[in-house]
């Protein structure tokens, strides 16, 4: 499998396969979404859109980065998401990154979106499909997220069958900037959990695939076969 790892402003085509990887925090957030019963993720373009899908469907769950604000119903933190009821609900998503990521490779034939907690149910889609070439977007610091890029390299291994220890990858997430700001509260919006929730490693079994639906780019859990 020939695996391209880059940030987002360093795509400059629609590539066919696209993992988008943001392990600190937004796809863990939306593995727990889901694990927590939700139906579907809208991920928005802008803070403006979430308020808008929300006036038209009340009963979404309207979430974004950043401290507790008007109109939002959470905020972007696993350890504040993992005791919520979800069940049924569609939550509309939009982070700094991540969602900023998948929007940026709507138009390829698939995109998954990723962290650790969904690496090797991500891994068995690609191999499952026998993906020759996988772009890795890592949505974090310009490209250069250690967290999402351990995880990237950790998937593309794992996707070409590779036998890997994944204690050196987690290590490298769990000594990232992202991983300080949030244990050092420079991140609003955290919990002191959130670190040890983004690096457990196959926390869910599904793995989340992102596709158009009604001009909305909408992520669903998509369990893999075995």
Not at 21 to 41: H, L, N, Q, S
Not at 68 to 89: I, K, M
Not at 148 to 171: K, M, N, P, S, T
């Amino acid at each position: 499998m020939d695996a391209r790892f880059l940030g987002i402003t360093e795509l400059t085509e629609v590539p066919s396969v696209a993992v988008v990887i943001d392990v600190m925090r937004a796809y863990t957030v939306a593995a727990w979404a889901f694990g927590r019963g939700a139906e579907k993720i809208v991920l928005a373009e802008s803070l403006d859109e979430v308020l808008a899908l929300k006036a038209v469907h009340p009963d979404w769950v309207a979430l974004k980065d950043g401290p507790p604000a008007e109109g939002f119903d959470a905020v972007n933190s696993p350890g504040l998401l993992r005791s919520a009821d979800l069940g049924g609900r569609t939550v509309v998503q939009k982070t700094t990154a991540g969602t900023v990521g998948a929007l940026a490779v709507k138009d390829a034939s698939l995109v998954l979106c990723a962290g650790f907690v969904v690496a090797e149910a991500t891994a068995r889609v690609l191999r499952r499909r026998e993906c020759d070439a996988v772009t890795f977007v890592v949505t974090g610091e310009d490209g250069r997220a250690e967290e999402d890029l351990a995880c990237a390299q950790y998937i593309a291994r794992r996707a070409a069958g590779e036998e890997v220890d994944a204690a050196d990858h987690l290590r490298r997430a769990m000594e990232s900037r992202a991983a300080s700001e949030l244990t050092e509260g420079v991140r609003e919006g955290a919990h002191p959990d959130d670190v040890a929730l983004c690096v457990e490693l196959d926390r869910f079994p599904f793995a989340m695939v992102a596709a158009p639906e009604d001009s909305l780019m909408v992520l669903r859990p998509y369990a893999v076969p075995r």
